[in-house]
């Protein structure tokens, strides 16, 4: 079965200094993965996914990711957070066919003045 | 278009009661999904539909029926609540399963048994 681990459930950055949020997936076949942020009260919007190709995907808001197969890992960067990036973050693998996504624990990101 | 829309967004329920959540998506997208949130559980997946008159069971379907009679709608039903079915709900849609496709969220339904 796959599985995603989000190994920081929570993570404090600076106001400009770098961001890195780590991902790792379970999964045999090739992965389907997808970063998600989620602001207090809302719902998860789409900040980048991977499928094939080119292993650094950018995304919205400044923020990109790496696949690496050799680390099944996909983490998720930013070069200098902002304010408004204070959110919770979801790593997601697509599984079981591919008509199910399957979400880690989610890594709460908070932004010091 | 207003995307994903689900009804209602609060709800108080007493043990026993049952309700339906009511998720809509303008989107014509094939699947839709069911999903609950609690604190440090991240999204567990109850249910998911593939299409029109289908359904399938997901991570955590125990208390938990669906119907998916119109293409549009996706309904959540709670038969008889229970207190460990206080969370966070959440619908979502995408056009054809997850292959490199968004899945796109609603706004949640926040419900809590008593």
């Known amino acids: 079965a796959q599985s995603v681990t989000q190994p920081d459930i929570h993570i404090t950055v600076s106001e400009g200094a770098s961001l890195e949020l780590r991902c790792n997936y379970s999964?045999?076949?090739?992965?389907?993965l997808f970063w998600y942020v989620q602001s207090p009260g809302q719902g998860l919007q789409l900040l980048l996914k991977?499928?094939?190709?080119?292993?650094l995907v950018q995304g919205i808001k400044g923020f990109e990711a790496e696949f690496k197969r050799s680390q099944s890992s996909f983490n998720l960067r930013k070069p200098s957070v902002h304010w408004s990036d204070a959110a919770e973050y979801f790593c997601?693998?697509?599984?079981?066919?591919?008509?199910?996504?399957?979400f880690g624990k989610g890594t709460m990101l908070l932004v010091s003045p | 278009n207003a995307g994903v829309t689900q009804t209602p967004k609060f709800r108080v329920l007493k043990t026993g009661q049952s309700m339906t959540l009511l998720c809509a998506q303008d989107?014509?997208?094939?699947?839709m999904y069911w999903y609950r949130q609690d604190p440090g559980m991240g999204l567990r997946l109850i249910h998911y539909?593939?299409?029109?008159?289908?359904?399938a069971k997901g991570e955590v379907p125990d208390g938990y029926n669906v119907s998916r009679l119109k293409k549009q709608n996706f309904l959540l039903g709670l038969e008889s609540a229970a207190p460990s079915q206080t969370s966070v709900y959440f619908c979502?849609?995408?056009?054809?399963?997850?292959?490199?496709?968004?899945?796109?969220f609603g706004p949640g339904t926040r419900l809590t048994v008593l």
């Open positions: 999964y045999g076949a090739t992965p389907y």
């Open positions: 991977y499928f094939s190709g080119d292993t």
């Open positions: 989107m014509n997208h094939e699947y």
């Open positions: 997601a693998v697509g599984a079981g066919g591919y008509s199910t996504l399957t």
């Open positions: 979502a849609s995408t056009p054809e399963g997850v292959r490199g496709n968004e899945q796109f």
């Open positions: 539909s593939v299409g029109e008159g289908t359904t």
